[in-house]
């Protein structure tokens, strides 16, 4: 068995089409649990036509997560496993929110430990005040004309806004 190595990396892998408050709040508790927090993008352009670009995404990180010393953001294609093993990484951290989260999670951690045994899943309760909050409904609670203060940064909120106003009805097919 591998020995606890000195400096423990962790990987907080998503998409993060956009930052939640819910994934600052998992950011904040991960920079406080290991020695390097590398918050990861998935570059899945091709597949899911996000409503960000990876480079618009990373901004958006970097702007509220600037506070944290041993926080970095990056993006990743590929295998997660794979990027983690080349960053250095034995941690996988992942914040589960409600039972339905659960499978699919499971599912994710199981077959990363299969890939590589030596990497880690480790899971947080999302904060009670995020547990409701997805990337996937704050887009369609803007884009339907409603409230998301509290919900996002308001770094976001305002990027959000400037996206949904600019492309207007467009946007909202392709959430649809
Ligand atoms: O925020 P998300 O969209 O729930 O994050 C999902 C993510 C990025 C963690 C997951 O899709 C992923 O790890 N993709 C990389 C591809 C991979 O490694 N697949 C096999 C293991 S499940």
Redesign the pocket.
Known sequence: MAAKPETVVAIY????DPITNGHLDLIERGSRLFDRLIVAI?QNEEKESPLFTVEERMEMLRDVVGGYANVEIDHFHG???DYASARGATVLLRGIRAISDYEKELQ?AL??RRLRPEIETLFLMAGEAYSFISSRLVKEVIGLGGNIAELVPPSVEVRLRERFNAAGAGVQRRLR
């Open positions: 892998p998503g998409s993060f998935l295998l997660l496993v994710m077959m990363n």
